[in-house]
Structures are given as C-alpha cells and as structure tokens.
C-alpha cells in the first residue's frame, strides 16, 4: 500500500483560487459581496486578501472614484494579488498582519474577511481592528467555517468521527469560529445584522480530497496516533471507491459600526 494518503499538500495560492472556482466557493463568495452592498467611490477592504481572488470584484463595486485594500503578511500571496490587479488602479496591495492593520483609522466603508479567522493567534483582536479602521455606519462581513460541522459518510463512523476531531482539535487553530463569529463580533462592538448558514456539499471524492485534505490529514492524524493506521486506511480506500458524501457549515455574518 502507497505511503502516501490522498494529493499532496497544494501551493496555498493555488489552493484558495481552487476553492474559489467552485460552485460552492462562488456562491458564498457573491453572497458576502451582495450583503455588503459596495458602492461607488467607497473605500472597501479585503483582511487577508490571498492571492487576490476578491480584490477585482470590489474594485468593480467601487468604481474609478473608490478605493479597495488588500491587506496580507505572505509574500508570495502578496505578489500573486500584485499581478492580479495590476490593472485596476482602485486596489492597493499592503503588507501586513491581521492584528495590526497598515489602515488609517476610521476610513473604511465596507470590510470583508473571508476563512482567515480560523488560522489566527487571536480573533477577538483582528476584530478590534476592524473596528478600528471602520468608520461609523460601515459595513463588515465575515465568512468561516465551523469544522466541527465536519460529516464524512463512511460505514467506519468511528473513524469518520475521529477525522473530524482531529480536523478540530489539531489541524485548524480556531476549528469552531464559525459558529462564534456573531459573539466574538458583537463583543467587539459591532451591531450584528444577519446571519447565514450554508453547507457545501461533496460528492466528487478527488475533489474533496484537495479542499478538506482527506488523505493529508488522516496521514498526520495516524502519525500522531489520533487514528489507528490500519483503520485510518482502510477508511481512506473506501471513501475513494464511492459512492462519496461529505459536507460542513461556512457561517456568514453582515455586521454594522
């Protein structure tokens, strides 16, 4: 049997502009556009922008006479979103961390962040900036999923749930700030106005083995014992003979400042 379980660990750009491409990624991604209603000559901002996927569509929103930030800490997303808007003078691309904002105070209409809670060191303090670069009036709309919602079918149901609180307890740092995000925003001062709930669903198995990591997780999940090798497996075989269901929870939330 193959040492290796499932696609090998994707390039993170290429990753997130994957996942946008989908059905599922463009519904939820045009959803949070539309609640946050972008109008011309607004200055929108996109926390943890990637590789760029959402800059064109605000830029659009926002028109020649608006402005559209793109804040990300990794150099090499930073120069994929660079490339990316390259011809759309409304977007500036900034270096920076979530928790400390190169944004004046105050000067944001519209604000998004979209699948970048659950990886940092500390939501509550993303949202304070947020709330700090927000003006009075402004919009903020947040998207994460809550990997405890996490459902593999399979016959070994054991194992199915074993994936899922390793996928929660060890794979994603905040694997439940789906569910938190009206809490955490209303803490943080902000007025929450709608939430939503959709649950994407996987049939094709090849597919969602490159957007859940299927194989790569249940191989550190037996490498560090939180999955029996032969069970883990013999798990993994099946899922990829079918027929394949899996599906989770992605919570978006409209606030107001």
Known sequence: MSTNLGVPRPDQAAY??????????????QQLLDLLDV?????????????????GA??????????VIGVDRDQAMLAQARRR????????????DAHALPVEPGSVD???????????????????QLRRVTRPGALLGLAEPDWDTLVVDADDLETSRAFTRYTTSVAVRNATIGRRLA??????????????A?????RDFPAADHTLGLGRNTQKAIATGHIDEEHGRRWFASLAEGPFLASFSLF???CAR
């Open 16 to 29: 997130m502009l994957r996942v946008a491409a989908t059905d599922a990624g463009r519904a939820y991604k």
């Open 39 to 55: 109008g011309a000559g607004q200055t929108a901002l996109d926390v943890g922008c990637g590789p760029g996927t959402d800059l």
């Open 58 to 67: 605000l830029a659009e929103r926002v028109g020649r006479d608006g402005t």
């Open 85 to 96: 808007t390259s011809g759309l003078p409304a977007v500036e691309v900034r270096e920076g």
């Open 110 to 128: 519209r604000a998004r962040i979209d699948r970048v809670l659950m990886h940092v060191a500390d939501p509550a303090a993303v949202l304070a």
């Open 183 to 196: 809490r955490h925003a209303e803490r943080a001062g902000f007025t929450v106005l709608t939430v939503l």
């Open 198 to 202: 959709t649950t994407p669903v996987f």
């Open 252 to 254: 978006t939330v409209l």
